[in-house]
Antibody, heavy 120, light 106 residues
Framework: QVQLVQSGAEVKKPEASVKVSCKASGYTFTGYYINWVRQAPGQGLEWMGW????????NYAQKFQGRVTMTTDTSISTAYMELSRLRSDDTAMYYCARDESSSWSRYDSWGQGTLVTVSS | IQLTQSPSSLSASVGDRVTITCRASQGISSYLVWYQQKPGKAPKLLIY???TLQSGVPSRFSGSGSGTDFTLTISSLQPEDFATYYC?????????FGPGTKVDIK
């Protein structure tokens, strides 16, 4: 079965960087885009962008341009999301999600989430 | 594209028919997705392309609409349906989510 397993919780200081991993199994990793979505405590969902594991192509929300980098290592079916220059308002649960279709986007499988806490 | 949802929360009983509305600030054709999220869990895909039920999702869930106005309907609310529901537009970048509608027990 399709499964996405994310790395563990992180605590970072302001201005530091964090790199979250998302290991896929149960399907052909290069066949589906991986999206990243975050959720601040008690708040709604926020789309950050996607990566095409086949080509390495990315599309980032403008809000995160210059601070976010999404990469993949196809040899181990793992996607990564790195966010730099962290601020306190980056404290959130970060999810990776598989896009079942690039033409009618929908996220059919999600990781369990990685809590990133930014605090001095 | 901004999405608004109404109501922001509602209280309902098991067996009730529940309707949640999602409105887009501009037309998005049928590029609208609905997710359900329970506390401490990742979202779950319910409906895509505004009205297509995801495989494995109970048929009591249905979606409709196109352009700017969309609805999610739960025909007979079950205990496991108490959750927060989000719409998402996937027509224009950045993809955006609505603020959510929390459905709790009356």
């Amino acid at each position: 079965q399709v499964q996405l397993v994310q790395s563990g919780a992180e605590v970072k200081k302001p201005e530091a960087s964090v790199k979250v991993s998302c290991k896929a199994s149960g399907y052909t990793f290069t066949g589906y885009y991986i999206n990243w979505v975050r959720q601040a405590p008690g708040q709604g969902l926020e789309w950050m962008g996607w990566i095409n594991p086949d080509s390495g192509g990315t599309n980032y929300a403008q809000k995160f341009q210059g601070r976010v980098t999404m990469t993949t290592d196809t040899s181990i079916s793992t996607a990564y999301m790195e966010l730099s220059r962290l601020r306190s308002d980056d404290t959130a649960m970060y999810y990776c999600a598989r896009d079942e279709s690039s033409s009618w986007s929908r996220y059919d499988s999600w990781g369990q989430g990685t809590l990133v806490t930014v605090s001095s | 594209i901004q999405l608004t949802q109404s109501p922001s929360s509602l209280s309902a009983s098991v067996g009730d028919r529940v309707t949640i509305t999602c409105r887009a600030s501009q037309g998005i054709s049928s590029y609208l997705v609905w997710y359900q999220q329970k506390p401490g869990k990742a979202p779950k895909l319910l409906i895509y392309a505004a009205s297509t039920l995801q495989s494995g999702v109970p048929s009591r869930f249905s979606g409709s609409g196109s352009g700017t106005d969309f609805t999610l309907t739960i025909s007979s609310l079950q205990p496991e349906d108490f959750a927060t529901y989000y719409c998402q537009q996937v027509n224009n970048y950045p993809f955006t989510f609505g603020p959510g509608t929390k459905v709790d027990i009356k």
